[in-house]
């Protein structure tokens, strides 16, 4: 019967994840487009303020440490993850009805949109990050652990592709009235199935407290400096990582422009952009996990992951030249593809770093690195879409190909650096600390 109970439980816990990729489909599947190619700003600002969110990552460091060492209601885990859900609702019913209003009016306003991204990215980074510490804390072992964390990652794709699918058809004849109903419910079915999730999930006994003891009798700051700064090895695999990032997802916001503008696609067929990378995504993840990563090893299924994206972001360049937007789609779904092979590869790396005492600030270094390659991707690309087409006379062509062209050398300086990546020793020094007595 505990057996039983403990699948079950596994499985409710996947209902956070799949919270977490509903709220990422109406914000970087939906709103991007709508922001752009409907209400015409400029997608330096768009850019900026999907990046906010991303520039919010470095506290994700800070959460993990909090939630390592500082209980809540009695519990390590799990108020944090609510509390989180709570502020991405929040955060995604104020973009939407602020947003709707932004076109041409003034500062106060664009200041508004811009705390509602805060407050969203606040409640995603600490909810997410609290939510790997949790799985870190109930599977035990490099093998169990890279599993479930690569399930869970899943099912935030399967959350993602739904949404994007639900998202398109219920956004089909786009109008302002119709994304504000839509952000309402998105934002109180992110918060009922994030506490339905973690409700109750949290491991208990001695060893539990003792984690929590140990974890805040060290002040923060010394953490950093004696836990994530002094190994070469975890600074090169944050490198890595943001360049990685930078490369996969600098064209986040502008593939459904790019859709719109260059292909001549309505907002629905562009929503359902991110069903179909979310698929290639999820496919790729799975398969990595259960197959390649055992037969290769995840360095050699990262790389693999990240030519892949870059053979990907030239046939882009080359499809505009066609117009062809049913091809478009199969692209985008092999470029999910590549960057589930990717984010396998660096999970399953990261998560050999992960002790008990620090997993939840441990996760928060490995997100960082993801969100901040991310966040300079948002901008990066934004900044150069409009200088590329103030340039170019108006070309939507050019200056989204520039941004593809750009990833292409991120992609490649990130694979040079695997090849100078050696974490064996870093591995051999975590483990012998995770022997000792805590």
């Known amino acids: 019967m ?6 079950l439980n596994n499985i409710r816990l996947g209902f956070f994840p799949i919270a977490y990729g509903l709220s990422g489909a109406l914000i970087g599947g939906t709103l991007n487009r709508i922001m752009i190619a409907e209400m015409e700003m400029p997608a330096s600002l768009v850019g900026l303020f999907f990046a906010i969110p991303l520039l919010v990552s470095p506290a994700r460091i800070w ?13 390590r885990r799990e108020p944090y993850i609510v509390l989180g859900a709570l502020l991405i609702g929040l955060g995604i019913i104020s973009i939407a009805t602020l947003s709707i209003n932004l076109a041409g009016s ?5 200041i508004g949109v811009f705390v509602a991204f805060l407050i969203y990215g606040v409640g995603r980074n600490l909810g997410h990050n ?4 949790l ?15 690569t399930l869970y990652e899943v099912a935030t794709l399967l959350g993602l592709i739904a949404g994007a699918g639900g998202l398109g058809k219920a956004l089909e004849h786009y109008d302002p009235a119709s994304l ?10 992110v918060l009922v199935l994030a506490t339905f999730a973690a409700v109750k999930q949290e491991p208990r006994g001695e060893d539990v407290n003792a984690a929590v003891e140990s974890a805040r009798k060290m002040p923060f700051k010394q953490v950093l400096q004696e836990v994530v700064l002094p190994d070469k090895q975890i600074r090169s695999f944050f490198i890595l990582v943001l360049f990685t990032f930078l490369g996969t997802l600098a064209q986040d916001v502008l593939l459904e422009p790019y859709g719109a503008l260059v292909l001549d696609m309505p907002v629905g067929d562009t929503t359902r952009l991110t069903m179909y990378w979310g698929i290639g995504v999820m496919l790729a993840m799975i398969f990595s996990g259960a197959v390649l990563i055992k037969w290769l090893g995840y360095m050699k299924v990262m790389r693999i992951g990240i030519v892949s994206s870059a053979l990907v972001f030239v046939a882009l360049i080359l499809l505009g030249l066609s117009g062809n937007a049913d091809a478009f789609k199969s692209i985008v779904f092999v470029m999910g593809v590549g960057t589930g092979m990717a984010g396998a590869g660096m999970l399953t790396g990261i998560i050999s ?12 270094v490995w997100g960082m690195a993801n969100m901040i390659g991310h966040a300079l991707g948002s901008l990066i690309g934004g900044s150069i879409v409009d200088i590329v087409r103030f340039w170019m006379g108006g070309s939507a062509f050019a200056a989204y190909s520039s941004v593809f062209g750009m990833e292409v050398i991120m992609l490649a300086i990130a694979f040079w650096l695997s090849t100078r990546l050696d974490m064996s020793a870093s591995k051999a020094k975590l483990e012998a600390e995770e022997a000792l007595p805590v």
């Open 63 to 75: 959460f993990g440490y909090r939630s390592d060492g500082f209980m809540l209601f009695g519990k």
């Open 130 to 133: 609290t939510f790997q510490a």
């Open 106 to 110: 003034g500062v106060a306003l664009a």
């Open 180 to 189: 504000t109903q839509v952000a309402i419910g998105v934002a109180v079915i």
């Open 353 to 364: 770093f992960t002790t008990p005492i620090r997993a939840g600030m441990l996760m928060g």
């Open 135 to 149: 799985v870190a804390d109930r599977f035990k072992g490099e093998a169990e652990r890279g599993r479930a964390v």
């Open 2 to 7: 505990k057996k039983v109970i403990r699948i």
